[in-house]
C-alpha cells in the first residue's frame, strides 16, 4: 500500500475515435476515502474516462494511470475489480430469474464440490446486506425488486469486491427523495471503510451534499479540480459550461397566448387517472406537476393515444377526435417526447438519421426504398440547428450521450412541424447546458405559435417554463395555477392532495 494521500492518479490521459477526441490530456486525482464528484454536460468525456479506468476502453499512448501508488493498466473490467476498483453503472440490469444472493456471487459463485453453495451465498450476502445496513430479502428474485434496491446491492456488490475506488455513475436518476436520502446513507457508510468514492452526477444538490472535491471536464478537457465548499453552484455551472448560466430559468413574458387548440374534458382511466380536464392554447407553454404514481405519464400516453383513456373527450381545433394510435395524434400533428428515452424513446440499434425519421417516413421513399440523399439533408439541418454533438449522422444513436439522444428525439417531431409537442420529463438525465438549451428552444417554440405541454419532476423547471400549472395528485386534478400564483410550497402541497385554494390561501398566511 502506498503513502500517497491519493488512491488513484490519471495522468495526461487521452482517447481518440475515429473523427472525435473524446478525451485530451485528462488528469484526475482522487484522495483515500474521499467522495470526489466528476461533472460536466453530456459529452465532456466523464463516461469514456470512467470506461479508461475500468478497463472497457484502452486510452491512448503516452498516459498514465496510478491506483495505490502503482502503475495501472487494465485491459478488462475483471481486471479492474481484480485491482480493486469497481463500478456502480448509471442503468443496473440484474438478472430477473435469481435471486438477490446469486445477483451479489454471479460469476463468481461459491461450490460445494460441483453443486452451488446456496447456503454460503445467502449467508454472505445478508452480512455484508446487513453491514451497510441494506434491508433485503436475500432469496427476492431480481425481477421483483424495486430500482432502489437493485441500486444498493449493486453498491453492496461493489463493495463486496474489496474494493479501493467505487465509481458511481448517476447513481439515483430512477430513485424517489426517500430513496435518495438512503443512498446518501449507504455512500457515507462505503466512505467510512476508508473506500473512495468517484460520484457521477448531473444535479448539482447531490454534488454540494456529498462530495468533498469535485472535478470538471468540459468538450473533452480537464478544466480543474476544487473543494466543493469553495464552490458556489453559479461557479460550478460556469466551468461546466464556459459561460454565465443566470438566464437558464428566465423566459420573457411577451409569448402572445392564442386560441384554445387542446381541450381535454374528463378524461378517465381505470386506475391511472380520472375526470381529467385541461386546455393548452397556441403559444402557451402548460405544465404538468405530481409526485411520483400521479398519472402524469399516462395522461400524456393516453392523449397521443399509445394508452387511449376510457372515458372523457379530447378536442383540437374545436374539433372533437376519438384517438386510439399514435398514428391518429400524428395526424394532428402531435408529438409526444417520451419520459424514458432508451426504453420508449430511442432505436438504440439504429442511427440518429433513422431515428429522426422514423414518425414519417413516407416523405423519404420511393419505390419502397429510403432515399438517403434527402433523409440525410433534413437530417443534417437538425443536427446542426440542435447541436448535437456526434460524428455523424449514420452514428448510431446509442453511442450519443443522454442529452444528445434527447436532441434527437425532439428533432424528430420538429421534422413533422407539430402543432402540439408534449414533454415527458425531457431534461432528466441530463446535464445543465443541455437544459438550457432545451428550454430556450421550449421557449422559442411557443413564440413561434406551438402549444407546448411540459411534465416535470423539477418544480423549478416547471415554475421558470410555464405559463400555467396543473398539479395532479394520485391520479386527480388538485387544480391549475397560474405562473403569478404558483410556487414550490404550493405545488407540493397540492401533489399531496391540497385543493388550489386551500393551498393558495395556506401560502398567503
Known amino acids: 500500500m502506498s503513502d500517497s494521500e491519493y488512491i488513484l492518479e490519471m495522468r495526461n490521459v487521452s482517447k481518440t475515435f475515429p473523427g472525435v477526441k ?23 468525456g466523464k463516461s469514456t474516462l470512467m470506461k479508461i479506468l475500468y478497463g472497457i476502453y484502452t486510452p491512448d499512448p503516452g498516459g498514465e494511470l496510478i491506483l495505490d501508488g502503482e502503475t495501472f493498466n487494465p485491459k478488462a473490467p475483471i481486471h479492474a475489480i481484480r485491482s480493486g476498483l469497481s463500478m456502480v453503472p448509471q442503468e443496473i440490469s440484474p438478472a430477473g430469474n435469481l435471486s438477490a444472493a446469486n445477483n451479489f456471487y454471479l460469476g463468481r459463485e461459491i461450490k460445494k464440490g460441483f453443486l452451488l453453495n446456496q447456503k454460503a ?39 463486496s469486491y474489496n474494493a479501493k475506488v467505487i465509481i458511481m455513475d448517476e447513481p439515483t436518476t430512477a430513485l424517489t427523495e426517500a430513496e435518495v436520502a438512503q443512498l446518501y446513507v449507504i455512500v457515507r457508510k462505503v466512505q467510512a471503510r476508508g473506500i473512495a468514492v468517484i460520484y457521477i452526477s448531473h444535479k448539482l444538490g447531490e454534488v454540494f451534499e456529498l462530495s468533498e472535491e469535485v472535478s470538471v471536464l468540459r468538450d473533452g478537457v480537464y478544466v480543474g479540480t476544487h473543494k466543493t465548499q469553495d464552490m458556489t453552484k453559479e461557479g460550478l455551472i460556469k466551468m461546466m459550461v464556459g459561460r454565465e448560466m443566470n438566464e437558464m430559468f428566465q423566459r420573457n413574458d411577451d409569448i402572445p397566448i392564442g386560441e384554445v387548440l387542446l381541450d381535454v374534458k374528463d378524461l378517465s382511466l381505470p386506475g391511472k387517472f380520472e375526470n381529467i380536464t385541461f386546455q393548452v392554447r397556441t403559444g402557451e407553454v402548460f405544465g404538468i406537476a405530481g409526485l411520483v404514481g400521479a398519472g402524469r405519464t399516462e395522461l400524456a400516453e393516453a392523449i397521443f393515444g399509445y ?57 423519404y421513399i420511393k419505390y419502397g426504398l429510403i432515399q438517403k440523399p434527402l433523409a440525410a439533408e433534413v437530417s443534417e439541418e437538425k443536427k446542426e440547428q440542435m447541436r448535437i454533438k456526434t460524428p455523424n449522422i449514420d452514428e448510431i444513436i446509442a453511442n ?52 407546448i405541454v411540459v411534465i416535470s419532476s423539477e418544480m423549478l423547471e416547471l415554475l ?44 398567503e398566511g
Not at 430500482?147 to 449493486?154: D, E, I, T
Request: proline fraction near 4%; charge should be neutral; hydrophobic fraction near 45%.
Open 22 to 44: 473524446a478525451l485530451d490530456n485528462v488528469n484526475l486525482k482522487v484522495r483515500r476515502g474521499s467522495i470526489h464528484a466528476l461533472m460536466g454536460e453530456n459529452g465532456a
Open 307 to 363: 394508452k387511449p383513456a376510457a372515458s372523457g373527450t379530447i378536442t383540437v381545433h374545436g374539433k372533437q377526435y376519438d384517438i386510439k394510435k399514435p398514428r391518429d395524434a400524428i395526424a394532428l400533428r402531435m408529438g409526444l417526447v417520451t419520459e424514458d428515452r432508451k426504453k420508449t424513446g430511442c432505436l438504440l440499434n439504429m442511427s440518429v438519421m433513422n431515428n429522426m425519421i422514423m414518425p414519417e417516413l413516407h416523405p
Open 121 to 159: 451465498m445467502n449467508q454472505r450476502t445478508q452480512e455484508t446486506l446487513e453491514d451497510l445496513g441494506i434491508p433485503m430479502n436475500v432469496n427476492a428474485l431480481m425481477g421483483n425488486v424495486p430500482v432502489a434496491k437493485a441500486q444498493l446491492l449493486a453498491i453492496a456488490t461493489a463493495v
Open 464 to 507: 421558470a417554463l410555464s405559463d400555467r400549472i396543473m398539479v395532479m395528485c394520485e391520479g386527480k386534478e388538485s387544480g391549475i395555477l397560474d405562473r403569478t400564483e404558483a410556487s414550490q410550497e404550493v405545488i407540493l402541497k397540492m401533489a399531496a392532495g391540497e385543493t388550489a385554494e386551500h393551498a393558495l390561501h395556506y401560502d
Open 400 to 451: 450519443l450521450s443522454g442529452g444528445n439522444q434527447q436532441k434527437v428525439l425532439i428533432s424528430r417531431w420538429l421534422l413533422l412541424e407539430p402543432e402540439l409537442l408534449i414533454l415527458d420529463e425531457p431534461t432528466k438525465g441530463i446535464d445543465v447546458g443541455a437544459k438550457a438549451e432545451i428550454y430556450k428552444l421550449i421557449v422559442d417554440l411557443a413564440r413561434m405559435g406551438k402549444a
